[in-house]
């Protein structure tokens, strides 16, 4: 697959042989170069810092709007996971039923959260969030998941299956040691905004660090056309003192304020809204300059509620549906307003 | 199948921690930094020491839980060395404030000023 400057190999969609060649194009690019530790930095504050303007003597640095962190540090893109959904490969099965197949891999891999500041994430496939898996109502799904971290992990899925399928220690295969590799296997049940993520402790460590990703199950008869979005809310404590101390959606603190999600006036947006954000019991999702209409967990197709700022819990999840009536620029944010100023706000532009 | 990938993957994962891509890291507490804050019109000034052996970067700086944007003639801290930041900031007399220096590593130094002692 050929790269371009400002985009990124979707390590998401790589296959086994996709890996292992996605990998060696990383570790062949400059890449390499902008991942050197600090310690490596010149002394006298000279060098590069990705996403971020050459450092010069009495430069003024900037927090929030005007900072970015370049996709290509990361491997991802905030804006491409948006409207990235990962539909695996189908046959059909001699009943008539559809399988659908994914292949996640966890692997160690340090990224850059808000400019200049790296952490040690664990991911799958690579990104964090991981890939955003897809399906409709019914399918048989096949999950192949191989563990290549440096920590015992599992998959574990919201929804309706087996216990055996469940991803959590001492039930079935329970955790899936370094190196080794498990396949769940469960029915697409219930239609709606799902989750999974590792469910090995310390569970909140291992999904701060990037253990997750959004699931969505489509209703049988699918849903309106809708420019869909991606917006999985998450967070860091990158000293660990039990406080999170970077809020962001899709990872990059401020990414969407640099760079604004640009939305056709008049045209339905559909909104996938997870919340997985530990150490803080709640989030919130505000839009400026319009309401939306609320799917808890996507289980209904009737919202729920007309407003314009909603609060989730841990690892809670809402479809969200507007359409912008007016051209412009429309902020939204969480309106904890800590989390707003310490990452989590962006922009709509609509055209 | 997965077996096989499950190979690759490990080949890959050696593969980026050897070339320093993915190895284990080290964040947490500032250990090494010190930090000393004051009002100025308009502002702060922190002053950052490193009394590490390490080259310490510095990247972000809050105040009150909101990132905000500061000066400095230089980031990269070299062993025992020192810079000072200048931040902007419509400060109010009386009020405290906490003040916290994030490293490249997502460290924290910090310190306060204003309160009671400086009003």
């Known amino acids: 697959m050929r790269t371009t400057p400002g985009e990124q190999m979707p390590l ?55 900072a970015s962190v370049d996709p290509r540090v990361n491997g991802f893109d905030p804006t491409h ?30 990224i850059e959260v808000l400019p200049g500041v ?32 440096s920590h015992a992990h599992t998959l574990h899925f919201h929804g309706v299956h087996r216990d055996v399928m469940d991803g959590v220690a001492g039930i079935g295969r329970g955790l899936i040691d370094v190196g080794d590799d498990f396949v769940y296997e469960f029915d697409a049940r219930p239609f709606g905004l799902h989750l999974y993520h590792c469910h090995a402790e310390p569970l909140a460590e291992h999904i701060q660090k990037g253990l997750y990703g959004a699931f969505i199950i489509d209703p049988k008869h699918g849903r309106a056309e809708a420019d869909e979005l991606v917006m999985v809310q998450n967070a860091y404590d990158s000293n660990f003192d039990g406080d999170n101390n970077i809020y962001a959606v899709n990872t990059v ?12 006036a008049s045209s339905l947006v559909r909104i996938y809204l ?15 300059g319009n309401f939306f209409h609320r799917f808890p967990t996507g289980t209904s197709l009737e919202p729920t509620e007309y407003t314009d700022t909603i609060i989730q819990g841990q690892a809670q999840r809402d479809i969200l549906e507007l359409r912008f009536p007016y051209e412009g620029k429309y902020m939204f944010h969480a309106h904890k307003t800590e989390f707003a100023e310490l990452g989590w706000m962006g922009m709509f532009e609509v055209v | 199948m997965v077996r096989g990938l499950a190979v690759v993957a490990l080949v890959c994962m050696a593969t980026a ?3 320093g891509i993915a190895r284990p890291w080290s964040g947490g507490a500032a250990s090494g930094l010190t930090a000393s804050s004051s009002l100025r019109p308009g502002g702060f000034l922190v002053v950052v020491h490193n009394d590490s052996g390490d080259v310490v970067r510095i990247a972000q700086v809050t105040v009150d839980d909101s990132f905000v944007g500061f000066s400095a003639k230089r980031l990269a801290l070299a062993p025992r060395g020192r810079t000072q930041l200048e931040i902007d900031y419509s400060w109010i007399r009386g009020e405290p404030y906490e003040i916290r220096v994030l490293t490249s590593t997502g460290a924290i130094v910090q310190t306060q000023v204003g309160g009671a002692q400086d009003s």
């Open chain 1, 12 to 66: 998401e969609r790589m296959t086994r042989r996709g890996v292992l060649a996605g990998l060696a194009t990383f570790v062949g690019s400059g890449a390499v170069a902008r991942l050197r530790p600090a310690t490596a930095a010149a002394a006298d504050g000279s060098g590069s810092m990705p996403g971020m303007a050459m450092p010069t003597p009495g430069m003024k640095m900037r927090s929030g709007l005007g």
């Open chain 1, 81 to 110: 996971i948006l409207r990235d959904f990962d539909w695996g490969k189908t046959r059909r099965l001699a009943s008539g039923r559809v399988l659908r197949e994914w292949e996640i891999v966890a692997y160690d891999k340090e």
């Open chain 1, 118 to 149: 790296r952490i040690a994430a664990w991911t799958y496939n690579g990104r964090v969030p991981g890939p955003t898996l897809r399906c409709r109502e019914g399918e048989a799904l096949r999950i192949h998941f191989v563990n290549a971290g």
């Open chain 1, 253 to 264: 603190a401020f990414h969407f304020l640099n760079r604004p999600i640009r939305v056709q």
């Open chain 1, 274 to 288: 997870v919340n997985i954000v530990e150490l803080d019991p709640i989030n919130s999702f505000h839009v400026h």
């Open chain 2, 17 to 19: 921690i050897a070339l």
